[in-house]
């Protein structure tokens, strides 16, 4: 029996791995304590036997030798690097990379490449709430209070997220308090909601600032909280008075007595939660919105109470830890920003190079695959856990781009949709086959440990940056639990500060929440209670206002599409459309659309719909559902298409894609 | 370039941050006639129901002025524009000179030529709230003339503060530009519940220290008498000057005038023959003579009316043309008095072009952004009224369901796979979950796997 992680998703559920690759449940881990696992859980150990499984190095196609396929890919680099500098080289990593990986990965751009070029697909999952979080904060900690804290609350307000379908255990903490959801669909999630409102895609930040005006006018502000806590109340105060909630319900579509119930049950609560998900930051005004409903919270007096709080449900498995250490294009081990003279100094210190040497802030996610191949943008990409093909928005393009490159390598253990593009790919181990440690939503630092040998030709991430740099003239380790002792280096002082923690406190304490200063420091579970992470210890109240999605519905392209998740894939679906249970439980693509529409459109279930918006098409089957709003479709980002048609237009702050709203043509397809 | 913006109300406080969010360079002086920070007229019924400070509705903060080099120079009304020099002169005798001005000079009461009108007090503006607010709570009596949005938002924030209101309306029904006749009865019947005693059809004939003397000799008491008789755009400044102004100040689709160098929005401007009252209208205005200012092709093509009152414990949106009947569209209705409820929907060629929706109902966001967008109604009309009412029953009933049905989401089981585990032997949920993995995940199915094995285990003469 090994104890260990799900390969998927956030919650990071505990699991043991038993003989024949049993997977059971483990009862020792709040996420999933009460013994919960879903599908994809259940059937995580088929991902160790497939056999489509990557075994040996691809140059071109061809397998190779391992060190034919590192020699290739280090001289091509040192070849490009030299005609086009060292930005001319760019790393992409990924938020399901261990904690150790996403380090490594850093690190490897900035001293062994020596490019600002590294970004990772976090940007397209966390960054608004990260952003919005850090200013309200001073500090980003998804949820900055355990997951078991949740049960105790009366209400819970949960703005664009669908729990119940993308980390189903996650439902059993809720099943105490009233739920609220916002969300364009009447989700699984939504169908356990005491209070479900539906508003328009693309007016999140509307309905928040609606919300807080009523607030405001039916006098549930809590001013002794306001006036001891936070700064900032009265700009954003008097920013309301352009949204009084009939303005607001001409935007959103939600009625004001809805509004209204919504916010007088938060109010009324003892305890309240604002959780926002993706549904609600995905957006080019995603920070914006997250703002908005932390200034819902704070007006109600919610962050840093024991019992109450604004959290964000991080998605991807190591979303949290992915963001701290060094794989983002502005970021540094440790949660510290690249630009901040001590910061460079301190992590330098730590690699051994100087602080000059180290290169500043890149390009963001989408910018940097927007680059490649452009003149001035990157030549050569090294892409980490990421399969940008489904996964980006406007994806043909992001297609188009990687084409276009002298040199694509990827890292993969099944041949990816991206992978499928790249000129090197080497085969790596995966979940089950190395150690590594992953933060989950609630900033709980776990360990993953290796349960079986990887299949004979398969090596690590680590090993591949390791050996690349070897080539290039630097030395990077390859044992994770190294690796982790130099990240706890490297992130003490820093926001994210792991330098108290070990494996085997994680072992032991089954998880250690960062930060963590000291071997004796027993951890942070609740960062706020006493003080914010800004020096004068209060929360910043942050004016937002809102504003039309970036592209709006007009005569050519009359629907709203949104986009979103399954129970039975994760993400692109590379792992997961090869397992044969969650291949049968979903097997296709589909659009999800309200009966009126279909009758107008004249499409009946089952007929093949076109989807078209002005960056592409996608074809899918249609689900005729009244779960959904009449001026919207949903597709399902698992399969190629969806992301064909969203909208590359982005948060001016984080840089996070339109990926929840963009106006198509629906029709059927003959 | 120097721009002048005459009135600092709804209109014009809009219209100058959205210049200043397009164009950081263009100097901006604004004239404001009342003394104070623009503050949002729409929330003036909160503050009279008590239920908002006069301070929180303010639109902008004093220093926002600075902060983006605007010039404001309020409690100095425009008197005279002279198109000849390109000056304003104001009141105070101040001369502003300008390359564009935008007149936003909005509405004034209209005050009813009746004697002893002197007596009582307009609500229109912030400092006629304060003025009401404090004579109400003196006041032992209340009578509010005007039964249109206004007057009614009047009433029920006076009741609301406890005192008895009489509410008096010319016209057969309450809001008769917006209601038909039934919807106006029930609203005046929902407002009655609430404490304001409707009077429709009766003329003031004067005011009195006792209250409102009725043509016909009628004494309806009250110590405190506000005016919401409606209101008239302010053109005085913009006619004298030699502007065509017809109700309002003439404008074209870039909201210029006839001289090209000055600009009219909001309430004091007429556009293709209206005159709009409301607040979304004026800002729709504000954005588009901002872009028309900056450079910009923008043009403004008339806004849909959708008139929301704001009064606790009444629901009211009212849109379009409400009062067509079936001759001309197709009308949809439905009535339920004793719950305050009215709905109607008046379609034509396929698009909502009016509705009426009395009552808490989930139908008026969607309503109103059909409305809005001039979308195709869908074929079933009761379920736009009705949200809710197409939904397919959910078999929950372990009897009903079929054997494909999902019963766990999380682990993809269905009743059949469910029926065919406690065939195999299964006896509870235990056995279910360790064959199946049903409830094994969110946990939400474990009622309807209970349900199902008990149902099966009747089924046999079982018992559990």
Same mark, same amino acid.
């Given at each position: 029996?090994?104890?260990?992680?799900?390969?998927?998703?956030?919650?990071?559920? !505990?699991?043991?791995?038993?003989?024949?690759?049993? %997977?059971?449940?483990?009862?020792?881990?709040?996420?999933?304590?009460?013994?919960?696992?879903?599908?994809?859980?259940?059937?995580?150990?088929?991902?160790? $036997?497939?056999?489509?499984?990557?075994?040996?190095?691809?140059?071109?196609?061809?397998?190779?030798?391992?060190?034919?396929?590192?020699?290739?890919?280090?001289?091509?680099?040192?070849? %490009?690097?030299?005609?086009?500098?060292?930005?001319?080289?760019?790393?992409?990593? !990924?938020?399901?990379?261990?904690?150790?990986?996403?380090?490594?990965?850093?690190?490897?751009?900035?001293?062994?490449?020596?490019?600002?070029?590294?970004?990772?697909?976090?940007?397209?999952?966390?960054?608004?709430?990260?952003?919005?979080?850090?200013?309200?904060?001073?500090?980003?900690?998804?949820?900055?209070?355990?997951?078991?804290?949740?049960?105790?609350?009366?209400?819970?307000?949960?703005?664009?997220?669908?729990?119940?379908?993308?980390?189903?255990?996650?439902?059993?903490?809720?099943?105490?308090?009233?739920?609220?959801?916002?969300?364009?669909?009447?989700?699984? $999630?939504?169908?356990?909601?005491?209070?479900?409102? *539906?508003?328009?895609?693309?007016?999140?930040?509307?309905?928040?600032?609606?919300?807080?005006?009523?607030?405001?006018?039916?006098?549930?502000?809590?001013?002794?909280?306001?006036?001891?806590?936070?700064?900032?109340?009265?700009?954003?105060?008097?920013?309301?008075?352009?949204?009084?909630?009939?303005?607001?319900?001409?935007?959103?579509?939600?009625?004001?007595?809805?509004?209204? *119930?919504?916010?007088?049950?938060?109010?009324?609560?003892?305890?309240?939660?604002?959780?926002?998900?993706?549904?609600?930051?995905?957006?080019?005004?995603?920070?914006?919105?997250?703002?908005?409903?932390?200034?819902?919270?704070?007006?109600?007096?919610?962050?840093?109470?024991?019992?109450?709080?604004?959290?964000?449900?991080?998605? +991807?498995?190591?979303?949290?830890?992915?963001?701290?250490?060094? +794989?983002?294009?502005?970021?540094?081990?440790?949660?510290?920003?690249?630009?901040?003279?001590?910061?460079?100094?301190?992590?330098? !210190?730590?690699?051994?190079?100087?602080?000059?040497?180290?290169?500043?802030?890149?390009?963001?996610?989408?910018?940097?695959?927007?680059?490649?191949?452009?003149?001035?943008?990157?030549?050569?990409?090294?892409?980490?856990?990421?399969?940008?093909?489904?996964?980006?928005?406007?994806?043909?393009?992001?297609?188009?781009?990687?084409?276009?490159?002298?040199?694509?390598?990827?890292?993969?253990?099944?041949?990816?949709?991206?992978?499928?593009?790249?000129?090197?790919?080497?085969?790596? $181990?995966?979940?089950?086959?190395?150690?590594?440690?992953?933060?989950?939503?609630?900033?709980?630092?776990?360990?993953?440990?290796?349960?079986?040998?990887?299949?004979?030709?398969?090596?690590?991430?680590?090993?591949?940056?390791?050996?690349?740099?070897?080539?290039?003239?630097?030395?990077?380790?390859?044992?994770?639990?190294? %690796?982790?002792?130099?990240?706890?280096?490297?992130?003490?002082?820093?926001?994210?500060?792991?330098? !108290?923690?070990?494996?085997?406190? %994680?072992?032991?304490?089954?998880?250690?929440?960062?930060?963590?200063?000291?071997?004796?420091?027993?951890?942070?579970?609740?960062?706020?209670?006493?003080?914010?992470?800004?020096?004068?210890?209060?929360?910043?109240?942050?004016?937002? *206002?809102?504003?039309?999605?970036?592209?709006?519905?007009?005569?050519?392209?009359?629907?709203?599409?949104? $986009?979103?998740?399954?129970?039975?894939?994760? +993400?692109?679906?590379?792992?997961?459309?090869?397992?044969?249970?969650?291949?049968?439980?979903?097997?296709?693509?589909?659009?999800?659309?309200?009966?009126?529409?279909?009758? +107008?459109?004249?499409?009946?279930?089952?007929?093949?719909?076109?989807?078209?918006?002005?960056?592409?098409?996608?074809?899918?089957?249609?689900?005729?559902?009244?779960?959904?709003?009449?001026?919207?479709?949903?597709?399902?980002?698992?399969?190629?298409?969806?992301?064909?048609?969203?909208?590359?237009?982005?948060?001016?702050?984080?840089?996070?894609?339109?990926?929840?709203?963009?106006?198509?043509?629906?029709?059927?397809?003959? | 370039?120097?721009?002048?913006?005459?009135?600092?109300?709804?209109?014009?406080?809009?219209?100058?941050?959205?210049?200043?969010?397009?164009?950081?360079?263009?100097?901006?002086?604004?004239?404001?006639?009342?003394?104070?920070?623009?503050?949002?007229?729409?929330?003036?019924?909160?503050?009279?129901?008590?239920?908002?400070?006069?301070?929180?509705?303010?639109?902008?903060?004093?220093?926002?002025?600075?902060?983006?080099?605007?010039?404001?120079?309020?409690?100095?009304?425009?008197?005279?524009?002279?198109?000849?020099?390109?000056?304003?002169?104001?009141?105070?005798?101040?001369?502003?000179?300008?390359?564009?001005?935008?007149?936003?000079?909005?509405?004034?009461?209209?005050?009813?030529?009746?004697?002893?009108?002197?007596?009582?007090?307009?609500?229109?503006?912030?400092?006629?709230?304060?003025?009401?607010?404090?004579?109400?709570?003196?006041?032992?009596?209340?009578?509010?003339?005007?039964?249109?949005?206004?007057?009614?938002?009047?009433?029920?924030?006076?009741?609301?503060?406890?005192?008895?209101?009489?509410?008096?309306?010319?016209?057969?029904?309450?809001?008769?530009?917006?209601?038909?006749?039934?919807?106006?009865?029930?609203?005046?019947?929902?407002?009655?519940?609430?404490?304001?005693?409707?009077?429709?059809?009766?003329?003031?004939?004067?005011?009195?220290?006792?209250?409102?003397?009725?043509?016909?000799?009628?004494?309806?008491?009250?110590?405190?008498?506000?005016?919401?008789?409606?209101?008239?755009?302010?053109?005085?400044? =913009?006619?004298?000057?030699?502007?065509?102004?017809?109700?309002?100040?003439?404008?074209?689709?870039?909201?210029?005038?006839?001289?090209?160098?000055?600009?009219?929005?909001?309430?004091?401007?007429?556009?293709?023959?209206?005159?709009?009252?409301?607040?979304?209208?004026?800002?729709?205005?504000?954005?588009?003579?901002?872009?028309?200012?900056?450079?910009?092709?923008?043009?403004?093509?008339?806004?849909?009316?959708?008139?929301?009152?704001?009064?606790?414990?009444?629901?009211? =949106?009212?849109?379009?043309?409400?009062?067509?009947?079936?001759?001309?569209?197709?009308?949809?209705?439905?009535?339920?008095?004793?719950?305050?409820?009215?709905?109607?929907?008046?379609?034509?060629?396929?698009?909502?072009?009016?509705?009426?929706?009395?009552?808490?109902?989930?139908?008026?966001?969607?309503?109103?952004?059909?409305?809005?967008?001039?979308?195709?109604?869908?074929?079933?009309?009761?379920?736009?009224?009705?949200?809710?009412?197409?939904?397919?029953?959910?078999?929950?009933?372990?009897?009903?369901?079929?054997?494909?049905?999902?019963?766990?989401?999380?682990?993809?089981?269905?009743?059949?796979?469910?029926?065919?585990?406690?065939?195999?032997?299964?006896?509870?949920?235990?056995?279910?979950? =360790?064959?199946?993995?049903?409830?094994?995940?969110?946990?939400?199915?474990?009622?309807?796997?209970?349900?199902?094995?008990?149902?099966?285990?009747?089924?046999?003469?079982?018992?559990?």
């Amino acid at each position: 029996m090994t104890r260990t992680h799900c390969p998927y998703c956030a919650l990071q559920c !505990g699991m043991e791995i038993g003989p024949g690759l049993a %997977i059971s449940p483990r009862t020792d881990i709040p996420a999933n304590a009460s013994g919960a696992l879903c599908q994809k859980g259940w059937t995580a150990g088929e991902l160790l $036997t497939n056999g489509e499984r990557l075994t040996t190095p691809l140059l071109h196609g061809e397998p190779v030798e391992w060190e034919v396929a590192l020699d290739h890919v280090a001289e091509r680099l040192s070849a %490009i690097r030299a005609e086009h500098g060292p930005d001319g080289v760019a790393v992409f990593g !990924g938020g399901g990379l261990t904690n150790e990986k996403a380090y490594t990965l850093g690190k490897f751009a900035r001293v062994a490449l020596g490019t600002s070029q590294i970004d990772y697909n976090g940007r397209f999952c966390m960054s608004s709430a990260a952003a919005a979080s850090i200013k309200a904060f001073g500090m980003d900690r998804g949820m900055p209070f355990p997951i078991t804290d949740l049960a105790e609350a009366d209400v819970v307000l949960l703005a664009g997220g669908n729990v119940a379908e993308t980390m189903p255990p996650f439902v059993r903490h809720l099943s105490g308090p009233r739920m609220i959801v916002i969300d364009p669909r009447r989700t699984q $999630t939504a169908r356990l909601a005491w209070l479900h409102l *539906q508003p328009t895609p693309g007016t999140d930040l509307a309905l928040a600032l609606g919300m807080l005006h009523l607030a405001i006018a039916d006098e549930l502000v809590d001013e002794a909280y306001v006036a001891a806590r936070t700064t900032g109340f009265d700009e954003v105060r008097t920013s309301l008075a352009a949204w009084w909630p009939e303005r607001v319900e001409r935007i959103t579509g939600v009625p004001v007595y809805r509004m209204r *119930q919504a916010v007088r049950a938060l109010a009324a609560a003892g305890n309240a939660y604002i959780l926002t998900g993706r549904g609600a930051e995905q957006h080019a005004k995603g920070t914006d919105t997250v703002s908005a409903f932390i200034n819902l919270a704070l007006a109600l007096g919610l962050p840093g109470r024991h019992g109450s709080g604004y959290g964000c449900v991080t998605g +991807q498995g190591n979303g949290q830890g992915g963001r701290e250490h060094g +794989q983002k294009a502005d970021q540094l081990p440790g949660y510290r920003k690249i630009d901040d003279p001590a910061a460079r100094e301190h992590v330098a !210190g730590v690699w051994g190079v100087p602080a000059d040497s180290l290169p500043g802030p890149g390009r963001s996610a989408y910018e940097l695959l927007d680059a490649l191949g452009t003149p001035g943008g990157p030549r050569a990409l090294l892409l980490f856990g990421s399969n940008p093909v489904i996964s980006a928005p406007a994806a043909e393009h992001v297609a188009e781009r990687l084409a276009s490159l002298d040199l694509l390598v990827t890292c993969d253990f099944v041949m990816s949709e991206t992978a499928a593009l790249a000129d090197v790919v080497f085969p790596v $181990t995966q979940w089950a086959e190395e150690s590594g440690t992953m933060t989950n939503l609630e900033g709980r630092v776990l360990l993953r440990n290796r349960a079986v040998a990887p299949p004979e030709g398969v090596r690590s991430d680590l090993d591949v940056l390791a050996g690349l740099a070897e080539r290039l003239g630097h030395h990077l380790e390859t044992e994770p639990v190294k %690796i982790f002792d130099e990240l706890r280096r490297a992130s003490k002082g820093g926001t994210a500060d792991y330098s !108290g923690i070990t494996y085997e406190r %994680i072992a032991a304490e089954k998880g250690v929440f960062w930060p963590c200063p000291e071997p004796e420091h027993p951890g942070t579970p609740r960062p706020f209670l006493d003080s914010f992470a800004h020096p004068d210890g209060r929360a910043r109240f942050v004016p937002v *206002q809102h504003r039309p999605a970036a592209e709006e519905t007009d005569q050519d392209y009359p629907i709203y599409l949104s $986009t979103g998740r399954v129970l039975a894939h994760y +993400q692109s679906g590379a792992q997961t459309r090869r397992i044969a249970p969650l291949v049968q439980a979903a097997p296709e693509p589909f659009v999800e659309l309200h009966p009126d529409l279909a009758e +107008q459109l004249d499409i009946s279930p089952g007929d093949v719909v076109r989807v078209s918006s002005r960056r592409g098409e996608g074809k899918a089957v249609a689900r005729i559902s009244d779960a959904i709003r009449r001026d919207t479709v949903f597709m399902p980002f698992h399969w190629e298409g969806a992301n064909r048609l969203t909208n590359p237009a982005l948060d001016p702050t984080s840089r996070m894609p339109e990926f929840k709203v963009c106006a198509v043509r629906v029709e059927r397809d003959v | 370039m120097r721009l002048v913006v005459v009135g600092n109300g709804m209109a014009g406080s809009r219209l100058v941050s959205e210049v200043r969010t397009r164009d950081p360079h263009i100097r901006i002086t604004i004239f404001g006639a009342e003394s104070r920070q623009p503050y949002n007229r729409v929330l003036l019924s909160n503050v009279l129901a008590g239920s908002s400070r006069p301070e929180q509705v303010r639109l902008l903060e004093s220093s926002w002025y600075d902060a983006h080099h605007v010039e404001a120079a309020f409690g100095d009304a425009v008197a005279h524009i002279d198109r000849e020099t390109r000056h304003v002169v104001t009141e105070g005798g101040r001369r502003e000179p300008y390359d564009l001005l935008v007149l936003a000079m909005g509405s004034e009461a209209i005050v009813p030529p009746i004697p002893g009108v002197e007596r009582a007090i307009p609500f229109r503006t912030l400092d006629d709230c304060e003025r009401i607010m404090e004579a109400a709570d003196q006041a032992r009596r209340a009578v509010v003339v005007g039964g249109g949005l206004l007057g009614i938002e009047a009433a029920r924030g006076l009741a609301g503060r406890g005192l008895p209101v009489t509410l008096l309306h010319l016209a057969g029904h309450l809001m008769e530009r917006q209601l038909d006749v039934e919807a106006g009865e029930v609203l005046g019947e929902t407002l009655a519940g609430l404490g304001v005693e409707i009077r429709t059809g009766v003329s003031a004939e004067s005011v009195r220290e006792d209250g409102v003397l009725l043509a016909g000799g009628e004494l309806i008491e009250g110590d405190l008498v506000v005016l919401a008789c409606g209101v008239r755009p302010v053109t005085g400044p =913009a006619a004298a000057a030699g502007l065509e102004v017809r109700r309002g100040i003439v404008v074209d689709d870039e909201l210029r005038t006839d001289d090209p160098s000055i600009f009219a929005i909001g309430e004091c401007a007429e556009h293709e023959g209206t005159v709009y009252g409301l607040v979304a209208p004026a800002w729709e205005q504000a954005a588009v003579a901002a872009d028309v200012i900056t450079g910009g092709k923008a043009l403004y093509r008339g806004s849909r009316l959708v008139t929301r009152l704001k009064a606790r414990s009444v629901e009211l =949106a009212a849109m379009g043309e409400t009062q067509l009947t079936e001759e001309h569209a197709e009308v949809v209705r439905f009535s339920h008095r004793a719950r305050g409820t009215y709905r109607k929907l008046v379609i034509r060629d396929g698009r909502l072009v009016g509705a009426i929706l009395l009552g808490e109902s989930d139908a008026v966001g969607t309503l109103t952004q059909l409305f809005d967008r001039g979308a195709p109604v869908p074929g079933d009309r009761a379920g736009l009224l009705f949200p809710g009412l197409s939904s397919a029953p959910v078999a929950d009933s372990p009897t009903l369901m079929p054997d494909a049905a999902k019963v766990c989401q999380c682990n993809n089981v269905t009743k059949g796979q469910i029926r065919a585990c406690w065939e195999a032997g299964a006896r509870d949920v235990a056995g279910v979950a =360790a064959a199946t993995r049903a409830t094994t995940g969110c946990g939400t199915c474990r009622d309807a796997v209970e349900g199902i094995v008990g149902w099966l285990c009747e089924q046999e003469g079982i018992s559990v």
